[in-house]
């Protein structure tokens, strides 16, 4: 149902607009992870249902396979001050360059100037080596000791702004099959999965299979240029191993679902699959933007949470589902009182 949307070169940003209220926004996650709502969209049906993120299996089949990532989130919000000056400053890591320089975001970037030293507790200290667009700062560290033994100590869990309640669990803000250190954000569309609603799914005989994409500042960066076209996606690392591929090659092979736990699996699969949607083991970076027009290769299905108004995460559902088709599913979300983004309810376009 894609034809109802605009011509891609005439979307605007604001095409991907809705209205939400304030109080929709979830503050903590569910408990338990898997009793949080699910809507389901069926796109060859145009229905949309509603039930628990625990009645999944109700809407899989034996040979489903789907595709998760395993990144692991890091306590990459820490603050500082800078040498000689008692103002605070908060420093977001989001890729790491090398052993001792990272990407970073930081807060107010107006004060982190090229060369300024910033210190932190045990003993690190940053020096700004580069300055980018939207506050990003490149920096080197110094310190004694083992990096992610410091990083431990003095980082918190960076939850988004919109979330204002302290987290009390950390392993909350983690996907249950979490495995490769390196996100500066979850992977949400997998934080209601538990331990148990996986072997229930293995069970019905829905395989897996396990990539990695680590989140960095794509998922920050807000879209500013009136049209989508314009915005320039940032490059993320990912990973698609043996293994990985010959799961998704089968399921190709065979006519079976390749459904994907979130947009950042989205994102890592079109960005290798080939015209016939087969992949290959490999890794780097990508920067692959899918707004609607986009003609999918490999993924059938999408597990994913209510995203931000006008974001490319929106975009990216909008280009699965159709835009005037995600726009009604989210309007009747908001009219049956879902919880929304990171730690909010939960939707399966299919």
């Known amino acids: 149902m894609q034809n109802e949307d605009k011509n891609a070169k005439s979307l605007s940003t604001h095409d991907f607009f809705y209205e939400l209220p304030e109080e929709l926004i979830a503050q903590t996650p569910a408990e338990p992870r898997d009793s949080s709502r699910l809507l389901v969209y069926d796109r060859a049906k145009d229905e949309i249902l509603h039930r628990h993120f625990y009645d999944l299996p109700s809407f899989l089949k034996k040979g489903d396979l789907l595709v998760i990532n395993n990144t692991r989130v890091i306590p990459a919000r820490i603050f500082g001050h800078i040498e000689n000056r008692e103002s605070v400053l908060e420093t977001l890591l989001l890729k790491r360059l090398d052993y001792t320089r990272w990407e970073t975001i930081m807060k107010p970037a107006r004060k982190a100037r090229l060369g300024s030293v910033i210190h932190y507790a045990e003993g690190l200290r940053a ?70 609603l996986m072997t229930q799914l293995k069970e019905l005989g829905v395989e897996f299979a396990t990539v990695l994409l680590h989140i960095g500042l794509g998922t920050f960066r807000p ?77 059938k299905g999408l597990i994913t949470n209510f995203h931000l108004p006008e974001s490319t995460l929106i975009m990216l559902v909008s280009a699965f589902a159709g835009r005037e088709n995600t726009l009604r599913v989210y309007e009747e979300a908001v009219g049956e009182k879902y919880r929304f983004f990171s730690f909010g309810d939960s939707s399966f376009f299919v």
Do not use: W
């Open 127 to 196: 020096v700004v080596t580069g300055i980018g667009e939207y506050g990003a700062r490149t920096v080197e560290f110094q310190f004694d000791g083992v990096f992610e033994d410091i990083l431990d100590k003095v980082g918190n869990m960076p939850l988004p702004p919109y979330i204002k309640e302290r987290l009390q669990d950390k392993e909350r803000y983690q996907t249950v099959y979490s495995k490769v250190d390196g996100s500066a954000a979850a992977p949400t569309a997998g934080l209601h999965f538990t331990p148990e």
């Open 223 to 299: 879209v500013k240029e009136e049209n989508i076209l314009d915005h320039k996606m940032h490059t993320e690392y990912y990973e698609i191993d043996d293994d990985a591929a010959r799961k998704i090659n089968s399921a190709i092979s065979e006519g079976r679902r390749v459904i994907c736990v979130g947009t950042t699996s989205v994102r890592t699969l079109e960005s290798v699959a080939d015209e016939n949607g087969y992949v290959k083991p490999s890794k780097g970076e990508t920067d692959i933007f899918i707004y609607p027009g986009y003609r999918f290769k490999c993924v």
